[in-house]
Structure formats: C-alpha cells, structure tokens
C-alpha cells in the first residue's frame, strides 16, 4: 500500500485524529495550540492538506466540520518506517534494527514478543545491497 507522505506538523495532527476517533477543528486546536506553539490559521491549514492527501475524511454536521482518519495509524507508520529504511543499505538493516531496540524502552512483555518475532523469523543466507553504485562500499565491490 501506498501512502501520502506527510509531515512532522501534520503527523502531529493526525495522532489527535487517531486518538479521538471523530473531532473537530476547535478540539484539534485545543490540542495542539499550546503545546506546539501553533496559531489555529496554522492548524487549520494542516486539516486542509490532510483532507486533500485523503488522510481526513470530512463532513458537515450543522455549521461545523466532523474530521476522521482516512487512514490507521498503524498503516502510516508502516509504510513511514518502510520509507525510512528504504533510505538504508539493507546489509545495514540488521544493525539499524539492533540500535533501536537498544534504544527503545521496553517491557518484559515486549521483549518477549520480539524474541518470539525473531524465533519465527525465516532467514536468508546474505542479504542483497540495494544501493545506487557509489552510496556504500558492498556495491562497489559487486561491480569489480
Ligand atoms: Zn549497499
């Protein structure tokens, strides 16, 4: 699946939708105003773009607007981590794995979920460089 990129400001915005299910401008500008320093001309641009990249869905109810995600949450930080690794060599993969877990805080039962996820996980014997010749050393030395 593909997803309209979106960003940091109008992740932003998007987490108060996912949290709240249904909302409308005046909440989402409760939300955000103070904490993220924002005018609410600002935050009414972001719902603007939202809509257009089809993340809000958006309907009239009386004289205001009702705004729900189009999208999960779950589904957008996929295909974000997605675009995020695809930035990477894939031989570096694991070890960019490896960092965050080191740095992500973690319960017993998440570790416990993780070690199942990697028990199941089906390997390969060596993982294939993805790079433009020039971005990493590994593709270099396929094209000797
Ligand atoms: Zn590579």
């Known amino acids: 699946m593909s997803l309209n990129k979106i960003s940091e400001a109008e992740w932003q915005v998007m987490r108060v939708v996912w949290a709240k299910g249904e909302t409308t401008s005046p909440e989402i500008i409760a939300s955000l ?20 990249k089809d993340m809000l869905g958006t309907k009239a109810d009386g004289n205001k607007y009702i705004y729900r995600p189009l999208v999960t949450e779950e589904a957008t ?11 990477v060599c894939a031989k570096k993969m694991g070890n960019s794995i490896i960092d965050i877990i080191n740095e992500a805080e973690l ?32 593709q270099e030395h396929q094209t000797n």
């Open 107 to 138: 319960t017993q039962e998440d570790v416990q979920k993780i070690q199942q996820a990697l028990g199941n996980k089906k390997t390969v014997s060596e993982v294939t460089c993805n790079c433009i010749p020039g971005q990493c050393e590994c």
């Open 77 to 87: 930080l996929k295909s974000a981590t997605a675009d995020l690794f695809s930035r």
């Open 33 to 52: 105003s103070e904490t993220m320093n924002w005018k609410p001309a600002t935050i009414k641009t972001l719902i603007g773009r939202l809509v257009k």
